[in-house]
């Protein structure tokens, strides 16, 4: 989990550093229409909004990023750090490796299911430790703070989000919704061509923009923290197969 925190880190201050641009680019044009240096091109207002409509781009990559880092934290590290039998993982870690292994959530048609079965059978048989596995993530552009709040629940935890990091995640951005669900909104509008980057931009400033990157990365650092602390204390498996604390 720490190459999590070190990439976290590293795209946050990418979103800081774009953030500082427009932030200049909005100051100079409190003056005039603000240049390209001092005697540079100018910067139309449709340009500094398709600039502008580039952080929710960059936070819904933020977003997914470190949901997915996560689910592989608890698959990948976590599970390949030792020999975990099907019957040591919790019931919910459990339900996801069937459902890769056996692919029940896949339109099979019936050899391929029965080949499916037998796989999943010969691996009880022979008692075998269960391998490193993905949870099913579904495909890109699902990830608000509802989505992730799900897949926690459904890994058999609850996400532990400080009182004033929740409340301000949940309360109403713009549009009637919270800053996670209207990044993810206007993505999925950007990447289908619903909208325009100058339309996406419209009518928000860099204060806006800059409450929103901060509830977005004060909400998706405490479900780091949660699923590094699921991970350190072996909530992947049942009780009492955890290892016991080590005392002085």
Known sequence: MEELGAAFTER???????????????????????????????????????????????????VEATIVKCLDGVTDAALKQGSWKPGDLTIELRKEWVRVLA?????????????????????????LPVPGFEVEKGGGGNWDDQAIEQIAKRLGFALQVRPEVYSAVKRKFRDDLGCLQLVKKFRNQLAHGSISFAEC???????????????????????????????????????????????A
Do not use: W
């Open 12 to 62: 946050h201050r990418e979103i800081e550093a774009y953030l500082e641009l427009l932030e200049n680019i909005e100051k100079e044009a409190q003056s005039g229409p603000p240049r390209l240096g001092e005697a540079g091109a100018l910067i139309t207002t449709q340009q500094q909004r398709i600039l502008y409509s580039g952080v929710f781009l960059q936070l819904y990559n933020l």
């Open 103 to 127: 692919r029940t959530h896949v339109d099979l048609n019936y050899e391929h299911r029965l080949e499916s079965a037998l796989i999943l059978c010969d691996h009880l048989v022979s008692a």
């Open 201 to 247: 931009g419209e009518n928000v400033t860099v204060s806006e923009l800059r409450d929103m990157t901060n509830r977005t990365v004060a909400y998706l650092s405490d479900v780091v923290q949660t699923f590094r602390a699921f991970i350190a204390d072996h909530g992947y498996v049942i009780e009492a197969r955890r290892p016991q604390a080590v005392t």
